[in-house]
């Protein structure tokens, strides 16, 4: 015998296709952004899970100045997408979904946006062209730059979106101070005395990979090794000014701020 669906039933499901149609929807505007409550708990979860890169008044510091999203023309869906899907080439992770929800995220945005100022972002002094000069005769054998230069360092293609120029002066001037995982310098001791220098790519149980300050990738297995030593100093030389004049650093930074692909 054939049964018929009855209108309940058929009601409920109707339901729960438009609640699944719903959720998949986009919100594009920040449905928190005034609610007091969820700024609060936004602060918090800022604090927590963002300040140790963002900085604790989120104005930069491994990672860049989210005061000024806003004022350079983000939109809040833009900026969730980029907190929902992370920022490939970046410490940026993806926040996964199964363990950040929605309502997170939006709560630290509102959060953060309390703190974003009115205006644009101030154009840091100094001359763009002369410090790319600079960049090209000093950093580029290191550091990349969209597409051509080294890759000891951290790709700086994106550097200048907004990085603060504190943040940016604190790594030249003392590159060891907060170094980026997956730069971490090491040196390994052959069992012939050798030493290798360079930054620290993988390492698990039984071996080692690192990229030499030639800028070759290379394999070790400890058993092979006298010595494993994991170094404070960065690869990357502190710039006083003796050896870069605040002059040049205005330069450079300039430089460094037009980098916002």
Not at 12 to 21: P, Y
Request: hydrophobic residues 35%.
């Amino acid at each position: 015998m054939k049964r018929s669906w009855s209108i309940p039933i058929v009601v409920a499901l109707w339901l729960i296709a438009e609640g699944v149609a719903l959720t998949q929807a986009r919100v594009t505007k920040n449905p928190l952004e005034s609610d007091k409550e969820a700024i609060r708990d936004g602060g918090a979860m800022f604090r927590q899970r963002c300040a140790g890169c963002h900085g604790p008044d989120a104005r930069g510091d491994r990672g860049p100045d989210l005061t000024g999203l806003w004022a350079s023309g983000a939109s809040d869906d833009r900026i969730f997408q980029s907190v929902r899907q992370g920022v490939p080439g970046t410490e940026m992770p993806a926040a996964d979904p199964s363990r950040v929800p929605d309502r997170d995220i939006w709560q630290v945005l509102a959060y953060v946006h309390t703190l974003a100022g009115s205006d644009p972002p101030q154009a840091v002094a100094g001359t763009a062209e002369n410090g790319e000069r600079i960049f090209q005769k000093t950093c580029r054998t290191c550091h990349m730059v969209n597409g051509g230069g080294g890759e000891l360092g951290p790709d700086l293609s994106r550097i200048g979106s907004g990085r603060p120029r504190a943040a940016l002066t604190k790594k030249i001037r003392t590159p060891s101070t907060n170094i980026r995982p997956g730069y971490e310098p090491v040196t390994l001791v052959l069992r012939d005395g050798q030493r290798i220098r360079g930054v620290k790519k993988n390492e698990d149980e039984f071996s080692i990979q690192l990229m030499d300050l030639r800028q070759r990738i290379q394999g070790y297995v400890k058993a092979n090794l006298a010595e494993v030593v994991a170094e404070k100093q960065s690869v990357m030389p502190a710039y006083a000014p003796d050896q870069l004049n605040f002059g040049d650093l205005d330069d450079l930074l300039s430089y460094l701020s037009t980098l916002r692909r």
